[in-house]
């Protein structure tokens, strides 16, 4: 397992309400990122992280934030969840110590309502 | 054009069939190459990684053209908990930074 937990595992949320989801790594790596896998697209990067406080957008990033104020800790915030932000997202992390190979955690699912 | 091509399949072969699957990118300076497995409503798994001299893990091997710009994974005596979608992941370098770029999978059933 490459020490990755994502929590919620699973959530059902209201159009308008505010999400939050977290990614914790055990492993140290420096950089850590958001995807959201939909049918027909593949995994699209949300947003990612080469540092604590340290984020750039990804290619589907409107609509989400992202905080990292410690090296273990990545979160991903729907501001105002709508319904085409029902998806399942993975936390994946990378460094130099996996040989910037990409490893992911559980996912988790969200729906919109 | 999509930067990383993979035809979605399905894949139907039965067991113990020889199964070839490729991957096409479009940008040549793409760096590293993987192939992922994800099984279905779990995380996406590395298989194996991709060399330009090709490489052999068991019952997969993978290889690497760079001239014509695609990766190929092959699979012999396919078992049934081969069954998967395979993902083809190509890396690039900008700023000291690794951008990933996943294909959209290929999904293979292994029929008894």
């Known amino acids: 397992d490459a020490g990755i937990t994502q929590s919620p595992r699973h959530k059902v949320t209201e159009t308008g309400t505010p999400v939050t989801l977290r990614c914790h790594q055990t492993e140290n790596h420096r950089y850590m990122y958001w995807y959201r896998q939909d049918p027909g697209h593949g995994l699209r990067l949300i947003h990612y992280s080469y540092g604590v406080k340290d984020t750039d957008k990804g290619e589907v990033s409107d609509g989400y934030s992202v905080s990292r104020s410690k090296t273990e800790d990545f979160l991903l915030t729907l501001e105002s969840a709508t319904s085409s932000q029902t998806s399942v997202y993975f936390c994946?992390?990378?460094?130099?110590?996996?040989?910037?190979?990409?490893?992911f955690g559980e996912g988790s699912w969200l729906t919109v309502v | 054009r999509k930067e990383v091509e993979q035809d979605p399949g399905p894949f139907n072969v039965p067991e113990g069939a020889t199964v070839a699957f490729n991957c096409t990118y479009s940008n040549s300076a793409s760096q590293s190459f993987f192939w992922y497995r994800q099984d279905c409503r779990k995380e996406p798994k590395l298989l194996m990684s991709?060399?330009?001299s090709g490489n052999e893990d068991g019952r997969f091997t993978a290889q690497l053209n760079r001239a014509s710009q695609y990766i190929s994974l092959l699979i012999r005596d396919s078992k049934l908990s081969d069954s998967a979608t395979y993902l083809c992941v190509v890396t690039m370098s900008t700023s000291g930074t690794y951008k990933y770029i996943f294909g959209t999978g290929t999904r293979l059933k292994v029929l008894a």
């Open positions: 991709v060399y330009s």
């Open positions: 994946a992390i990378s460094g130099r110590a996996s040989g910037n190979t990409i490893y």
